[in-house]
Nanobody, 126 residues
Framework: QVQLVESGGGLLPAGGSVRLSCAAS????????LGWFRQSLGKEREFVGA???????????ANSIKGEGRFTISRDSAKRTIYLQIDSLKPDDTAVYYC????????????????WGQGTQVTVSS
């Protein structure tokens, strides 16, 4: 069974940066991908992006995220950890950020993911 634990959130100033981590334990199949979602108060969980677990670190970003150029997903295979870097933070980035696992890198719906972490809160002050 895979367990995912997010960390790195907090109260941050607008214009700043944050790097969130998602550490995986248990067996993650090489064909899997790990993804990031975020959920703001009163809104549905929104896909941010995903990255292959092994092999080439191919990424898939939500179209809205890709256009902004502020989000970068990366991984450290030795540490079994993926990261989400968010630059030029905006108050609209305030949300709980979750990571989860999927068998399809191109999946963008929450129902295609499992093994959800508990989330990490990012609050951006203006």
């Amino acid at each position: 069974q895979v367990q995912l634990v997010e960390s790195g959130g907090g109260l941050l100033p607008a214009g700043g940066s944050v790097r969130l981590s998602c550490a995986a334990s248990g067996r993650v199949f090489s064909s899997s991908a790990l993804g990031w979602f975020r959920q703001s108060l009163g809104k549905e969980r929104e896909f941010v992006g995903a990255i292959r677990w092994s092999g080439a670190p191919t990424t898939n970003y939500a179209n809205s995220i890709k256009g902004e150029g502020r989000f970068t997903i990366s991984r450290d295979s030795a540490k079994r950890t993926i990261y989400l870097q968010i630059d030029s933070l905006k108050p609209d980035d305030t949300a709980v950020y979750y990571c989860a696992k999927t068998s399809n890198l191109w999946a963008m719906s929450a129902h295609e993911y499992n093994s959800w972490g508990q989330g990490t809160q990012v609050t951006v002050s203006s």
